[in-house]
């Protein structure tokens, strides 16, 4: 059963303002066991743990091979309803298909299991390797196929190839609901007024990437939805982020949700087991000050 609403960490969210979600990229580290979770709590028992101190949750293993529908309705089954998943995009669509005739692979993505998430289904990241660079035609015939509700994401699955054996899709939605995507290119042709201009006609978020200074930051809002991605402060994937950057987050953080727009932060900091610390401690900043909670 999932945990009732109350014995978790809320959304934020005050009057006429976006909604705010923060979390990690992925849950399942040996460094965070004995740190984040306590000693003696079982492997099972992680993701439920870590929704009781966050609101949101990047999904990473959708990124290296397709899931099961078992597993996402058992995440599902794991959180309180007012919890959110980002699920990051396959990187046979990404990095080995580089975008390029990608609806069968989009099809088995999300006939693996996605909408069973159901209404705790957040964004779809996708995520660029650092040598595509930006290419217009490429990245509109891209977001032509991307389905922006659960119902066309559904009639994508439908579509799926002989990969996927019928016992392993689903592709029937469980509830209604809009789908909305994110992409974090890595390449410097993305600081464009072109590029830009695409992905505002899509309604594609900008993903606004920290990444102590590896791979560019595109600081633009781009649709309704800013995505933040939070790498390393001064060292990529490995160092936290101090006290003062945290307070900057959150001042930014404060003011995209007081313009409406809806904020999804995740730490991906987790080599030596910041992330969550990290992500609990701006959650921590933006609850102290918020006006309504839910």
Do not use: C
């Not at 069968?104 to 957040?122: D, E, H, Q, T």
């Not at 909305?180 to 042709?189: C, G, I, K, M």
């Amino acid at each position: 059963m999932a945990r009732p609403q109350g014995d978790r960490a809320p959304a934020v969210q005050a009057s006429r303002r976006g909604e705010i979600r923060i979390g990690t990229s992925g849950w399942r580290y040996p460094s965070w066991r004995g740190d984040f979770y306590p000693v003696g709590l079982r492997q099972r028992d992680e993701l439920a743990h870590l929704a009781s101190q966050l609101n949101a949750v990047e999904i990473n293993g959708s990124f290296y091979s397709l899931q099961r529908p078992t597993s996402y309705a058992a995440w599902a089954e794991q959180v309180p309803d007012d919890f959110v998943f980002a699920v990051k995009g396959g990187r046979f669509i990404t990095h080995m298909r580089r975008l390029v005739d990608v609806q069968p692979a989009l099809a088995n993505f999300f006939a693996s299991g996605v909408l069973a998430l159901g209404a705790k289904l957040g964004p779809v990241l996708w995520q660029l390797p650092a040598s595509l660079p930006f290419d217009e035609q490429l990245l509109s015939d891209f977001f032509r196929l991307l389905p922006r509700t659960t119902d066309d994401a559904g009639a994508l699955a439908r579509t799926h190839d002989a990969k996927l054996d019928e016992a392993r899709t689903l592709t029937a939605p469980l509830v209604d609901a809009p789908i909305r995507h994110a992409l974090e290119p890595r390449h410097e042709s993305f600081h464009s007024s072109p590029a830009r201009e695409l992905l505002q006609r899509n309604g594609i978020a900008m993903v606004l990437s920290d990444s102590a200074g590896t791979w560019p930051q595109f600081d633009v809002v781009t649709s309704d939805l800013v995505y933040v991605r939070l790498h390393g402060d001064t060292e990529l994937y490995r160092s936290g982020y101090s006290p003062a950057s945290l307070e900057a987050w959150a001042s930014r953080t404060r003011a995209w949700a007081d313009q409406g727009l809806d904020v999804h932060v995740y730490f991906d900091n987790d080599a030596r087991g910041h992330a969550p610390h990290d992500a609990k401690a701006l959650l921590g900043l933006l609850q102290a000050d918020s006006e309504t909670i839910r």
